[in-house]
């Protein structure tokens, strides 16, 4: 079964064709066009903006995907596209394409959950994963820790209270005048650090439920940025300025990863998935693997292109859904709710 899989819930326009076989999907095309270079100024996504260049983009990024997977739309056995969560505009652009192309060609169509996508992904490397897994997953918008008995259900069972992880690497980039997004450039100084700085204090919960916080840590920076001014215009070279880099990446990655095993032990977990943007992060991918390998779970971390918002994640998850009736009559939803 071939699926093109199209997502467009933020600031990336991406499509993918994906083989569906018996041995699990397989990635024939990947295209995205990313706007860093639009939002970069801004330190952050402006959804406006977001909106209108996804407009701008669909058209080509849907047709370099077929035409790297050398297929045509008539080709195709389903269309799949992200109906939500995300920011309302950027949705539009691939959902009413996907409408268009689907009523068109006459295409089975089916409207895909984003955070199921982003399990989906770690099909491509682990198509025979074992359940129940743990499935973490953290980007900009989420830090969200569910529990799958399969590939198509997820059950919520910690968030963050606060920030998302990605946010804090996004602000602390900000900051430190380091430029956006913020993970990938954080991790780069994190790994050239000759040391780390003075290690960050965990949260600490009074009403002793589990979860995450990370906006202390946005306050953290904060306070080493005042009292040291010159961090924020050292740069990336900088070796105090990456020894704060990698003293945040370290707090996150471990903090992250702190509750999992007994929550594996208790849900009696089999594996783990990691997935989402900040599932790129060097120190977080190598911790995950020494605690995986600990607790006896089988990690599934899909590969970096494949953790951020992709085409290729929707269509995976698409293939395992059942395509619905008229697409016409659909509709995206900002605030999809798991199940829904
Ligand atoms: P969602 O709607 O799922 O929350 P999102 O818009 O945040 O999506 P993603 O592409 O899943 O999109 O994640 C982007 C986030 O991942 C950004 O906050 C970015 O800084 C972070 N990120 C990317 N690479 C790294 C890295 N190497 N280390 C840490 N964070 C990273
Ligand atoms: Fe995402």
Redesign the pocket.
């Known amino acids: 079964m071939l699926i093109l899989g199209l997502e467009s819930?933020?600031?990336?326009c991406s499509a993918a064709v994906v083989e569906e076989t018996a041995a699990g999907p397989v990635l024939r095309s990947l295209v995205r066009e990313s706007q860093d270079a639009i939002h970069g100024p801004f330190g952050g996504?402006v959804p406006e903006l977001a909106a209108r260049e996804h407009l701008l983009q669909v058209r080509a990024v849907m047709a370099a995907a077929l035409a790297q997977a050398g297929v045509g739309l008539t080709g195709l056995d389903r269309i799949a596209v992200t109906r939500g969560?995300?920011l309302v505009g950027s949705l539009l652009a691939t959902f009413s394409a996907s409408k268009a192309a689907a009523w068109r060609h006459g295409l089975p169509w089916v409207g895909v959950h984003?955070?199921l996508g982003?399990l989906n992904a770690a099909r491509f490397a682990a198509p025979d994963l074992p359940f129940p897994a743990l499935v973490l997953?953290?980007?900009?918008?989420?830090t969200h820790l569910y529990l799958a008995k399969d590939w198509t259900s997820l059950q919520l069972l910690q968030k963050t209270r606060d920030d998302?992880?990605?946010?804090a690497?996004?602000k602390t980039?900000r900051m430190l005048n380091l430029g956006y997004?913020?993970?990938?450039v954080?991790?780069a100084c994190a790994q050239a650090a000759p040391r780390t700085a003075e290690p960050f204090t965990p949260p600490k919960f009074r009403d002793g439920k589990a979860s995450w916080s990370f906006s202390g840590l946005k306050t953290g920076v904060k306070l080493r940025v005042e009292r040291n001014p010159r961090l924020a215009e050292a740069g990336a070279a900088d070796p105090e300025v990456q020894g704060l880099c990698r003293s945040l990446?370290e707090a996150?990655s471990t903090w992250l990863l702190k509750p999992l095993p007994a929550l594996a032990q208790e849900h009696s977990a089999r594996s783990l998935v990691i997935s989402?943007?900040?599932a790129?992060?060097?120190r977080?991918r190598s911790e995950a693997a020494r605690l995986a390998a600990r607790a006896g779970l089988r990690l599934a971390i899909p590969e970096?292109r494949l953790?951020?918002?992709n085409g290729a994640m929707i269509a995976a998850a698409g293939a395992l859904l059942t395509p619905e009736g008229d697409p016409w009559i659909q509709n995206a939803d900002a605030d999809l709710k798991l199940g829904a």
């Open positions: 819930s933020c600031d990336d996504v969560p995300g984003h955070l982003h997953l953290v980007s900009g918008g989420h998302a992880a990605g946010e690497f996004d980039a997004p913020g993970g990938p954080v991790d990446q996150i989402g943007g900040v790129c992060n060097s977080l970096p953790c951020t918002d």
